[in-house]
């Protein structure tokens, strides 16, 4: 039997990059999928990719409704809810994000909502949804490596790095407590990877060399949405249903490895 056979999983940011890359995986194993994005285009891109396996619908992470919403509408079609994965979010740096002393009030506010409340929204709804129908269930976040792995030189956004850090936490706590009601909470940590959302970092050939030393695995690559799919998948599904309060670090070495850089040093 397939891993996901016959559940009913949402994914809040599914329609593109790493959401849409995992959503394929989750469509080969088995699962009926409610995924979400923010624009028309996507959620046509998606429908187009996914097929009858999943449904799409519009919807802002930061929005408290969005969630209840996209639970909603997975129990109406699919009879159940098992799992909800959310990878919406991203970069605050054209919002005012930096290093510390250049972040702006509008760019801290700005990347919280988008990174640490928008988890928040999606964890809350599923939580109260598997608690009001007495069932488990899976709740897999959005961490990276930049939350306990800092890269000063080309990746310094502290306001990013805060919410990813907080994630982590956040899902340690929930965890901890709703480990009794088989209400199981995750985080999936990438490092770099070639999504939408990363084409400033990809496109850079000083940060690609970079990460030839800093995620040495493979190469020496850039990360790629398919290397996440099979651990999210593990996470999701009963596979791991001994698994709570874990982060899975998917990142080419990153955590281990130096990254030295050319002119550089420890000081």
Sequence with gaps: MAALEGKGIIIVGGTTGLGLSAAKACIREGARLVVSGRTETSLGEAARVLGDGAIGQAGDASDPASAPRLIEACIRRYGRFDALYHVAGGSGRKMGDGPLHEITDEGWAATIALNQTSAFNSARAACRIFLDRKTSGSILL???????????????????????????????????????????????????VETPVAQRAAGDEKILHFIHTKQPLDGGRIGRPEDLDAAVVWLLSEGSRFVTGQTITVDGGWSVSEGQIPGGGAT
């Design 142 to 192: 959005m961490g990276s490596v930049l939350g306990y792995s800092p890269s000063p030189t080309f990746f310094s956004t502290h306001a990013y790095a805060a919410t990813k850090s907080a994630v982590i936490g956040f899902a340690r706590a929930c965890a901890a407590y709703h480990a009794k009601n088989d209400i199981r909470f995750n985080v999936i940590a990438p490092a770099l």
